[in-house]
């Protein structure tokens, strides 16, 4: 796996003075544990062209660095007149690397690359061999927290702080781009840095089952069950992904208990709660309910601007109010979302060099705001209600309290609050006048609805869809 190569010059000592001074200033910006595990087992080789050429043992490292640490590193080695960049190869004869438990990650395409000595024995085996990389981003300083997602956020702190398991597990969940990731990602974070003796392993649980597959194929259930049964922490992300999935859900069933047993900390993040997932075994979803269930709710227009506010002032561009005010108004589908168009908006003005207005901003982003602009109006979403539940449109008007109309009714008001801009009172009107207290009353119903019963809600769901779509 040597990788061949022209004219290197050995390290002389001015390059490798400048080299250990980039090392330690990367130490203090990404912290002890990190440095340890990556940044200290490269080897510096020498100079090849222009480029910094430096060598480390796996090709599952090499593959870290470039995508976590080479352009800082790039960028530290131009300070010190360095230019050239900065190459990492895969290098043999690495002496006596300063991991010698981390194994490639992947599967087949690095077996040859195992044969090394690996996972010595059973508790020196590293977490990052089996959890997925932590996004640099996603820490809790970079997390934004507002009214929706301040219990999960203080949940999530709570795991990332205690010294003993706080509750077990700690159950995060909401839809799509709401930050589940981004959190356990922090508490992973969090815990690198002040516990660094701690084995903390995130992953999915789309890899999880992965990996079981493997091992069963590989008749290594044994290993398998051993990597995961001795780490402190394990977070397992968008765990609704093993529903139906019966071997797994056992598996991952006896792993969990095994770890909560032990007094670890275990993180599961699904985009519904406990009960709502579907083709889950009850025995698990009465575990996963037995320690703290902590949802994040759709975003407010207040955490919207407050996302925008730092992710600008993150980007170092000056962003005017008006524009964020404008795309925290428009883009309410989720974080992802308003982050895309703000990068967009950001992209465009470095590369074109206009300045961020309303008017650049709305043409940048113009293709994205017509898909949300097709708002619908109170009238259609009555109709498509009452076709649904098969009552008289006039009933959404009328003073019948019937449950059979009573309850499309609230479904109706509960879709005009979520899918218009309209306000309260505005809403009550069209229902035949009715007092913005009842509107608030039957969201509040519909919410509750939402929460208890699996049918309703995916009524509910359905409808959403059908009128957004
Ligand atoms: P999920 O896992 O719930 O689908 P993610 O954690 O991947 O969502 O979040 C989607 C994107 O939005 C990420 O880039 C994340 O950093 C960002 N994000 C979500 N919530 C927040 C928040 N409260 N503050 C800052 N960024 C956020
Ligand atoms: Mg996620």
């Not at 900065?86 to 010698?100: F, N, S, T």
């Not at 690359?113 to 508790?123: F, I, K, L, M, T």
């Not at 890899?207 to 290993?223: C, G, I, P, Q, S």
């Not at 207040?302 to 005010?325: D, F, T, Y």
């Amino acid at each position: 796996m040597t990788e061949q190569h022209g004219r290197e010059v050995e390290p002389n000592q001015e390059l490798q003075e400048a080299w250990t001074e980039i090392c330690e200033s990367l130490r203090a910006e990404i912290g002890e544990a990190s440095y340890q595990s990556w940044i200290k087992p490269m080897r510096l080789i020498g100079l090849d062209g222009g480029a910094v050429r430096t060598g480390v043992p796996t090709r599952f490292m090499r593959e870290w660095i470039q995508a976590h640490y080479q352009d800082r590193l790039s960028e530290l080695l131009g300070s010190r007149g360095l230019k050239g960049g900065i190459d990492v190869v895969i290098h043999q004869e690495h002496g006596a690397p300063a991991r010698p438990d981390i194994k490639p990650a992947g599967a087949g395409k690095d077996a040859e690359a195992s044969s090394g000595p690996v996972n010595g024995n059973g508790n020196g085996t590293h977490y990052d061999d089996i959890g997925a990389p932590l996004d640099a981003r996603y820490t809790f300083d970079r997390f934004v927290v507002g009214k929706p997602n301040e219990f999960a956020y203080a949940a999530a702190r709570r795991v990332a702080e205690a010294d003993v398991v706080p509750f077990n597990p700690l159950f995060l969940y909401g839809g799509v781009g709401l930050g589940k990731t981004h959190l356990m990602h922090a508490i992973a974070w969090h815990l690198r840095k002040t516990r660094p003796d701690r084995s903390v392993i995130y992953l999915s649980a789309e890899k999880f089952m992965y990996r079981f597959v493997r091992a069963l194929r590989e008749h290594n259930t044994v290993d398998f069950k051993e990597q995961f049964r001795s780490v402190d922490v394990l977070m397992v992300d968008d765990v609704q992904f093993i529903s139906g999935k019966e071997s797994t859900q056992e598996e991952f069933f006896h792993t969990f208990n095994s770890l909560v047993d032990q007094g670890r900390q275990i993180v599961i993040s699904a985009d519904k709660s406990p009960n709502d997932l579907e083709g889950m075994e009850e025995r698990l979803i009465s575990r996963l309910n037995c320690g703290l269930v902590a949802d994040i709710h759709a975003t407010t227009y207040e955490l919207r601007l407050g996302i925008l506010q730092a992710k600008g002032e993150h980007m170092g561009v000056e962003v005017p109010l008006k524009v964020m005010e404008f795309l925290a108004h428009k883009i309410t589908s989720n974080v992802r979302e308003l982050e895309g168009a703000l990068n967009r908006v950001v992209a465009h003005h470095q590369l074109v060099g206009r300045d961020i207005t309303l008017e650049t901003s709305q043409d940048v982003l113009h293709d994205l705001l017509k898909a949300s602009e097709r708002r619908v109006t109170i009238e259609e979403i009555q109709k498509r209600v009452s076709t649904h539940f098969n009552i008289r449109v006039s009933d959404m008007h009328s003073a019948r309290r019937a449950r059979s109309v009573a309850r499309p009714r609230q479904v109706a008001m509960y879709l005009s609050k979520q899918l218009t801009s309209r306000s309260l009172p505005e809403i009550g009107r069209k229902f035949g006048g009715r007092d913005h207290t009842t509107v608030m009353h039957a969201v509040k119903k519909v919410e509750e609805l939402r929460e208890q019963d699996s049918s309703f809600n995916e009524d509910v769901e359905l409808l959403r869809r059908m009128l957004e779509g």
